[in-house]
């Protein structure tokens, strides 16, 4: 008896100093796999696209708000206004003629656009014209605000590593400092694009090696660009997923030193795969299913989706183009980079075969 009293006594004097005992938090903070807070998860176009519209109408773009943005909060989260636990995902959208005004920050983004015409991004003076399935990069400490010259709405999707820099105690913002709220608008656009004509945009797969803390100095990526790659992988492979990672052309890494982006083309049923960290999902064309840790969910053109650490996910489409914003480069630069193909199909309620019909006739 005299000994859980003395037990109970250190376990008060180490809750009073503020210590806690590895003993009985070892398996809690020690696991065999991850265990992500995040769960998986799909936002859809048809539920977000009338919010942003109604958003548009009610909520102006100005100073103090910044930007007229939909975070994507997984429910996993605990109401943090997060995708997944290391990155933002959010539908932006910019009504005819609207500007949001200019401001930076310590979080990289990235911009893939999704509907709309006549918008560019300035990011540190140079203004990258916007169209469906472009990559524009805005990265750390970089300048940069978003016009609408057009008299359409347009939607994008946000990619941040917002929780990542949170996480480091590394979130630092500042506001335009004038004149004006936006940057001077610069007499010639996408000055990166025609200066950085050297080196790959592309890798097939993934960046597997290269790391660097340095973003990459061309600041958008051409659909056209990106389909025509697609397309040449497609005459050299009969595989269900073609993968396209987009590089830094300077030193082959992935575009920003804490953000991977990418495209899958799905033209079958793909393997299921789990890998360390976590990614977002963006239909951009096609419909499809995808079953994660055996959910399913499916998805068409605008849809997003929430892929966990360490969750199995595949994919069945009979023809759609998925981008994928992950932290893959994070965890490559720590070498902790985990990924596996697994044998089988995972187990799940229907039948892929019946799926697949359904699918083709969705195609038809």
Not at 101 to 106: G, L, Q, V
Not at 107 to 112: D, E, H
Not at 144 to 163: C, K, V
Not at 318 to 333: I, K, M, T
Request: some cysteine; overall charge negative; glycine content about 10%.
């Amino acid at each position: 008896m005299q000994d859980k009293t003395d037990l109970d006594g250190l376990y008060a004097g180490l809750e009073a100093a503020a210590l806690q005992p590895l003993w009985t938090i070892t398996e809690e903070l020690l696991t065999p796999t991850p265990r992500p807070a995040a769960v998986p998860w799909l936002w859809s176009a048809a539920t977000m696209k009338p919010l942003a519209r109604e958003a548009i109408r009610l909520v102006p773009v100005e100073r103090g708000g910044e930007r007229r943005v939909l975070a994507l909060a997984n429910p996993g989260l605990g109401g943090r206004p997060y995708a997944v636990g290391t990155l933002w995902g959010a539908l932006q959208c910019l009504g005819p003629h609207e500007v949001a005004p200019a401001h930076r920050h310590t979080p990289g983004a990235i911009r893939f656009v999704l509907e709309g015409e006549g918008v560019w991004t300035t990011v540190d003076g140079d203004a990258c014209d916007m169209r469906p399935g472009d990559l524009v990069l805005t990265p750390s400490k970089q300048w940069h605000d978003h016009t609408n010259a057009g008299d359409s709405e347009m939607f994008w999707f946000d990619g941040l590593d917002l929780p990542i820099i949170q996480a480091l105690d590394g979130v630092f913002f500042e506001h335009w400092p004038g004149p004006g709220e936006s940057q001077p608008q610069p007499v010639e656009h996408n000055v990166s694009e025609a200066r950085r004509r050297d080196g790959s945009r592309y890798t097939d797969g993934s960046v597997t090696k290269a790391v660097s803390p340095l973003p990459s100095e061309l600041l958008i990526y051409r659909w056209s660009e990106t389909e025509a790659e697609l397309e040449r992988l497609g005459r050299e492979s009969d595989d269900d997923l073609l993968a396209v990672e987009y590089t830094n052309p300077k030193t082959g890494a992935s575009v920003l030193p804490t953000m991977a982006c990418a495209v899958h083309r799905i033209r079958g049923h793909g393997a299921p795969v789990r890998r360390a960290g976590n990614a977002v999902y963006v239909v951009f064309r096609g419909r499809g299913e995808s079953v994660i840790d055996g959910q399913r969910f499916v998805w068409g053109p605008g849809d997003m989706f929430a892929v966990p650490s360490w969750s199995t996910v595949e994919h069945i489409s009979v023809g759609a183009d998925l981008f994928v914003v992950s932290d893959e480069p994070v965890l490559r630069a720590l070498g902790i980079q985990r990924r596996e193909v697994l044998p089988e199909p995972q187990t799940v309620t229907g039948d892929f075969h019946s799926a697949s019909l359904r699918l083709q006739g969705a195609a038809s």
